[in-house]
């Protein structure tokens, strides 16, 4: 079984010690990280950055949208499909800068005031249609489009897609073999729970894979509902090859919290950086 990689979200890590994209990217290659996700007001910036610090981008977002207006994404809001080809056009053009293989495709959130119910048929059909074309100009690149379902209990009681559940029901009727779940251990435990079962039932779905204790958004080893030690060592038994985002918020310094992930490595027989 080969060992989990780990990459650095540097919108969450290291944001309290290093103000700016390049002192992260730099923090966390200290701290043995070989890879990063990256946010999208990063992006202007990202691959002047990188070229000096050597780490892999892994993942970036589509825009998220007007976010003064409370948008977080397009890709379901009906309406607004020439708004999301724009972006993802832009999205892709970052990517092949980046090298980076992976475009999270962001769902956005249902309209103010409306109920789920009523509006949800109408944003499952523009989803549906904008990720056919997403994955048609995704593939002429070799890029795989992702799909994060985020928990509409604790982080945003408006966004469109909250569930594995519903995620891979919507990626059986796109139909396309170049997108795939992301999937957040954080959000499918508050939504679902059930993890065991949730990852091997959907592990041929799961393209990316990101973690944080619950409830607090933090640590893997800080107190919280999740087991991660059998977590880590259940993706390594279903064969798990791709990345694993840190996509937390440290309790403290970062580099300090990071206990669990030297821990992991050491656990492993591996150095820094998981070689």
């Known amino acids: 079984m080969a060992p989990l990689r780990f990459a650095a979200n540097v919108a969450w890590l290291f944001a309290a010690e290093e103000p700016g994209l390049a002192g ?34 892994v993942l970036i977002n589509t825009p998220p949208g007007d976010l003064d207006q409370g948008d977080k994404g397009l890709g379901a809001v009906p309406g607004r499909q020439p708004e999301f080809r724009e972006g993802l056009a832009l999205a892709v053009n970052y990517a092949k800068a980046l090298a980076c293989p992976r475009i999270h495709l962001m769902a956005g959130r249902i309209p103010p005031r409306a109920e789920r119910a009523a509006v949800a048929t109408t944003m499952e059909d523009t989803f549906i249609e904008n990720l056919r ?43 396309r073999p170049n997108l795939r779940l992301q999937l957040d251990i954080f959000h ?10 949730n990852l091997e039932t959907y592990f041929p779905l799961i393209g990316h894979i990101q973690i944080a204790q619950v409830p607090g958004r933090h640590e893997p080893d800080s107190p919280g509902e999740v087991n991660f030690p059998y977590l880590f060592q259940l993706l390594e038994t279903l064969g798990y090859d791709g990345y694993v985002g840190c996509e937390y918020k440290p309790q403290g310094d970062t580099l300090e919290g990071l206990g669990w992930l030297r821990s992991y490595w050491q656990s492993r027989g591996l150095q820094a950086g998981g070689s």
């Open 24 to 57: 992260r990217l730099e923090a966390a290659g200290r701290a043995g990280f070989r890879a990063a996700e990256l946010g999208w007001d990063w992006l202007g910036q990202e691959a002047a950055a990188l070229r000096g610090v050597g780490l892999e981008t």
């Open 133 to 175: 074309y997403a994955a048609d100009l995704l593939a002429q690149e070799d890029m795989v489009g992702l799909l994060e379902p985020i928990n509409s209990r604790i982080t945003d009681p408006r966004y469109f897609l909250t569930t594995p559940h519903q995620a891979a029901a919507i990626l059986e009727k796109v139909g």
């Open 188 to 197: 499918c435990q508050i939504m679902d729970g059930n993890l065991t079962q």
